[in-house]
């Protein structure tokens, strides 16, 4: 698809930056005049992508995470999250819902379950000890 517009942040793997990412991703696609809803999902969505990358890729070291979000033509959204993190073994795995490699029980292991209930797709790329790329898409069933 055609991409009709595009954005590029990167921003420290840091707790306080997750609510800046995921309002700076809303208010790009505010473009296509996106429901309550579709703007909630994405957020969510976004959310719990760059939570990942924090806790689990970059392990309390501060590094970068990369986010490119492109408007595509059909009203879609495809919102990339990246790390060069220590990567996922088993992605298949890390996608079953309620699997979770943090020990300290503070984690549900819902993140990619709730990816998955809030984007019409979701794509996760890893290598292990390189990092990893979850691609978000969604369509906007816009107003305009």
Known sequence: ??????????????????GFARTAVAAFVAQ????????NDIRTAVSEAVT???VHAYQNEIQPIYITACLLQDNWVQIKIRDK???IPDVKKAMEPLYT???TGERA?????????MSDRVKVRSTPGKGTTVTLEKRIHSRL
Do not use: Q
């Not at 292991?109 to 209930?117: I, R, T, V, W, Y």
């Open 85 to 87: 993190g220590c990567g």
């Open 1 to 18: 698809m055609k991409v009709l517009n595009r954005m590029r942040l990167v921003f420290d793997s840091r707790s306080a930056n997750e």
């Open 109 to 117: 292991g819902l993140g990619f379950a709730l990816m998955e209930s």
């Open 101 to 103: 490699t943090c020990t």
């Open 52 to 54: 990942n990358c924090i």
């Open 32 to 39: 296509l005049d996106p429901t309550v809803e579709e703007v």
